[in-house]
């Protein structure tokens, strides 16, 4: 299966760089494109590229004066346990790109191939200088290992 290789720039645009993150996810579900659409974020700020991401919604643990209170308490039915979406922390010195692999097998072309041309075109996407890299390309390997590099 060969892999295509979607590069976006955002400079120092968090917002559209969560933007173009959450369309991302929406066409996951909506699609059914859990293991086809991949990507990952390079922050790079100060000249050094930063790998640490924390959760935003990461809940402090309770205390055992708090525990022993929310025992006669009735406990709300939802999904606590599912772990927080990592984000790293916005800062304004960061250059943000957004790393997208397409990995569609062999007999998916046609759908390959209209996704090739959406993806660049869509709100987000279409100001942040778009780059495909097809396996022929030069910077295709090297692009290749930049994503498997990133966390």
């Not at 369309?23 to 590229?49: C, M, N, P, S, V």
């Not at 250059?95 to 997208?100: E, F, P, S, T, Y």
Request: hydrophobic letters at 30%; aromatic letters at 8%; charged letters at 30%.
């Amino acid at each position: 299966m060969a892999h295509i290789y979607m590069q976006f720039d955002f400079g120092k645009d968090e917002e559209k760089a969560q933007a173009a993150r959450h369309k991302i996810e929406t066409w996951k579900q909506a699609f059914r494109l859990d293991k086809k659409l991949l990507y990952k974020f390079e922050r790079t700020g100060d000249g050094t590229a930063a790998a640490t991401e924390k959760p935003i919604d990461a809940k402090p643990s309770p205390t055992t004066a708090e525990k022993s209170k929310g025992k006669d308490k009735p406990k709300a039915k939802g999904k606590e346990g599912t772990p927080a979406q990592p984000v790293a922390p916005p800062t304004p010195d960061e250059q943000v790109k957004l790393l997208l692999r397409l990995a569609f097998s062999n007999h998916e072309k046609l759908s390959e191939q209209r996704w090739v041309q959406r993806i660049p075109t869509e709100e987000p996407f279409h100001s942040a200088s778009p780059l495909v890299l097809k396996p022929g390309d030069a910077r295709f390997s090297e692009t290749e290992q930049q994503f498997d590099n990133l966390a």
